[in-house]
Every structure is written in structure tokens, then in C-alpha cells.
């Protein structure tokens, strides 16, 4: 068979082992490398690849070997697409991405299927923002909680020490509908006076007046008020464009700031805005261990699903086991899959850190290796 594959949307800290995965599931067979992105899909960039040609230090790094990117693919495009994977004699198909994607592999199985070629499809699932259907948790998202799990509490205990003349620090995390990764900033380590005393995530609906009362609450009671917050939550303080298609425009991150604004103004005091931005998917030095293999076993699973000639899936990833912890990966239709998302559960929908400790032993084992 001749297999294509390649990465749509943002990279993570643990993509490339995506890759290396499937590459090493794919030998044997025929594979091409779809360089940058649904760009690279509609123009036809495609290249021979090997497992040889990717060098195992890459799944070290963050970045993507493949390249990457976002378009709001229209109708002529997913021709244009099909007649090039035609022209190319492609007879599977496998795309790293998240639910934006997935909808794009979806809709190319469709329109390969109306156009009469077999082509077989297979998703790789990939983003950090963990909103994926049909997954326990995302690859990519471990890897990036790791990194806030890490240094959330550092930047706590600068802010203690601080606290004289920057009484309250907003940060803020990546999360343009879903509060998972904030979720994962309050896990603290055992150190609870650094534990955040709130956070805001875009399922719970931001009060102002609530979100100042428990701001004053902390600083009554600590000396200080720590807060993290989701870049989606309280979006109406913004005019970042949210709901943009595919996520084709940016988010530059800003939540932070505005809320500090508002603090300093209604209470009179000093607040500092804090956005940690891209380095949360892109920090490869603080990746986890449970996310890197399985992210790569992701990969390898794809590659075997379309040496088997399945199609219109998705690679799942679900907990197998919790002591000890375990993953396995059975796939998911990807009609299930393709544009939706997964909101944080009303179990933690919480803007409490302390009432999150479940979902602390949920997350635990993505985070610690």
C-alpha cells in the first residue's frame, strides 16, 4: 500500500513521536510525507519518507518535523485534494490533529467515497487543549499539563515572596473553549499553600462580581490572591476571535491582563497578568514520559488500521487500568469525532482548586514520569 502522512493545526511537545510511531507501524508498505499542513493537502507536498529519515531525537523536541498549519478548507479545495492523492496513487491516509482534523479526514473520505476511490482514512489524535471526543485524554495534553504542573507552583511561591507589592497574580493558560489545562495548573505537588486559591475555566460562566468577592476573599485570608485562568474563560473582557473557523485566526492571549485591570480598578490594588502562551506545547524539555509513548503508539496503531484497510476511524486512547495505570487504543468511528468537542465534565466544573482532587488522581499519572 501507499500510505500518506502528515499533521494539521498546532504542533505539541510529543507530535513527532506521532510520527515516529507511525512510520515504524508503516514499514513495509509505501509512505509519503504531506509537508505543511492542509496547505500542503490541497497543493500536493507530498514526499518519500522512512522511519530512517526521522531521527529518534526528534521526539525530543517540540515543533513539527512534518510542518503544520490551518485553513479553512473549502469545497474546491477537498477536489483538489482527492484528485491529488489520486494523481499520487495513495491508498491510505492518516492525519495528526485534533477535532478540527478530524472533520477535515472525514470529509475527505466522503468526498473520496462520492468520486469512487477507495482511499482509507485513519485519525491520529493530537492537542493539548485535551477537547477531543472518543479519548480518556489527548496526546499532547500530558506533556503540556506536565509543564503547568511544574511551574504553576514555582511561580506560586515567587508570588508569595512578592506578595509586599503584587498582591494578586492572574495566569493564564492556553484553552480557547475547554478549561483543561487550567484544570491542570492547580495541581500542586503536595504544597498546598501554593495551591491557586481560584480558577476560571470557559464552562463556568464568569461573574464579576463573584470573581472580585473571591479575589478579596484571598487576600483577607492569605495575604495575596493567586488565580489561574483559562485564555477562553471570561471572554467577554476580550475581542479575541473565539469562534473563528478551524481556529484560522489567532489567539494572542490577553484574558490575564484584563482581569487585572479590573482588580486594580475595583479593588485598588496591584495585580500582574501572567500569559505562559505557546511554550505550553512547545516545552519538549518538561514532557511526559506516559505522553511521549503514547503518542507514539497512537501512531503505530494508524498504520497498522490501514495496512488492514479500515477506514473513516480514529485511533482512541482510553484507560485501561488505574493501578498500575494503563492505556489501550481502540478506535472510534470518526463521524463521532469529526467537529465536536469535549467540555471539561460537570464533576470539575469547579472554581475551587480544592474541590478538585479527583481530578488530581485522574491527571496524576499523565503528569509524574
Known sequence: MRL?????????SVVNASLRGFLDGAQGHDVLALRGGPDG??????????????????????????????RAVTDDDLDAAVATLAAHRVD?????????????LRALTERAARAGLPICTVGIPKTVDND????????????????LATVVPDLARDHA??????????????GRSVGWLALAATRHRDDPAHAPHLVLLPEVPFDATEFLHRVSDALDRHGRAFVVTS????????????????????????????LATLVTAELGVVARGEVLGMVQRSAAALASGVD????TEAGRCAARLLAEKATG??????RAGADPYAARYDPVPLADVAGRTRPVPPEWRTTDPAELDDFHRWLAPLVTE
Open 4 to 12: 500518506l502522512i502528515g499533521q494539521t493545526g498546532a504542533p505539541t
Open 132 to 147: 477531543l471526543v472518543g479519548v480518556d485524554h489527548c496526546p499532547g495534553f500530558g506533556s503540556a499539563a506536565r509543564y
Open 292 to 295: 511521549r509513548r503514547e503518542a
Open 41 to 70: 493537502l490541497v497543493d500536493g507536498r507530498f514526499t518519500p519518507v522512512s522511519l530512517a529519515d526521522v531521527p529518534p531525537e526528534w521526539t525530543r523536541r517540540g515543533g513539527s518535523w512534518l510542518g503544520a498549519g490551518r
Open 231 to 258: 485564555e477562553g474563560a471570561a471572554r467577554e473582557l476580550t475581542d479575541e476571535p473565539f469562534d473563528a473557523v478551524n481556529h484560522t485566526r489567532i489567539l494572542t492571549g490577553g484574558v490575564s491582563r484584563r
Open 92 to 104: 491510505g491516509v492518516a492525519l495528526i490533529g485534533g477535532n478540527g482534523t478530524m472533520a477535515l
Open 161 to 174: 515572596a512578592m506578595r509586599s507589592i503584587e498582591p494578586v497574580r492572574i495566569v493564564e493558560t492556553l
Open 313 to 318: 476511524l480514529m485511533v482512541g486512547l482510553h
